[in-house]
């Protein structure tokens, strides 16, 4: 079965600073791979995907993620965080035709 | 461009009572709908997807039901709603297709006393 591990589920980071969150999958063959945000009361927006080909993904608001088979990993990265991009953000995997499996989350607090 | 809808926003039900959240879908044909619900600290539960009119499929077992009565519309209902129904319920639809993406609606608090 597949599972997603987000293992920080709270992180704090300034303004300015660089962020990276973790995002570990198991699954056996390569999956599809997304990055979803969710500001407080809102739904889940999506960031960006992974299918296949370049392993350094580029989404919206300045975020990128890069899919390493050796480490099962999707990171998401942004090199300056504003407050605007505190929120609650969610990996996801999808091997095939098999449902969506989110991991637990993470929540962003920015600090002036 | 595809849209998402939900509704109502947020609800306060006494417990006991019934329940009826409302998703559609724009822009799209035959899409797969999901209902999820997100309690705090909990990450997102899959409760259930719908391939087709009429096609639903259960992910956890519980009070809650859903249909599909027209292509782009999922309904999740509750005869008697209990505490621990209290949540943030997403909807959200994909393609189907290979490269699948799911896309969330706005969601909707249910608060139950």
């Known amino acids: 079965a597949q599972s997603v591990t987000q293992p920080d589920i709270h992180i704090t980071v300034s303004e300015g600073a660089s962020l990276e969150l973790r995002c570990n999958y198991s699954y056996g063959a390569t999956p599809y791979l997304f990055w979803y945000v969710q500001s407080p009361g809102q739904g889940l927006q999506l960031l960006l995907k992974?299918?296949?080909?370049?392993?350094l993904v580029q989404g919206i608001k300045g975020f990128e993620a890069e899919f390493k088979r050796s480490q099962s990993s999707f990171n998401l990265r942004k090199p300056s965080v504003h407050w605007s991009d505190a929120a609650e953000y969610f990996c996801?995997?999808?091997?095939?035709?098999?449902?969506?499996?989110f991991g637990i989350g993470t929540k962003l607090q920015v600090i002036p | 461009s595809q849209t998402i809808h939900q509704w109502p926003a947020t609800l306060v039900q006494p417990v006991g009572s019934p329940l009826s959240l409302e998703c559609t879908v724009e822009g799209t044909s035959n899409p797969n709908l999901y209902w999820y619900r997100q309690a705090a600290g909990r990450g997102l539960q899959l409760l259930f997807y719908?391939?087709?009119?009429?096609?639903i499929s259960s992910e956890v077992p519980q009070n809650l039901s859903a249909s599909r009565p027209q292509d782009r519309q999922f309904i999740l209902s509750s005869k008697k709603l209990l505490l621990s129904d209290s949540g943030f319920y997403l909807c959200?639809?994909?393609?189907?297709?290979?490269?699948?993406?799911?896309?969330f609606g706005p969601g909707t608090r249910l608060t139950v006393l």
């Open positions: 959200a639809w994909s393609t189907g297709t290979a490269t699948d993406t799911q896309y």
């Open positions: 992974y299918f296949s080909g370049d392993t």
């Open positions: 719908s391939v087709g009119i009429g096609q």
């Open positions: 996801a995997s999808r091997g095939g035709y098999q449902k969506v499996t």
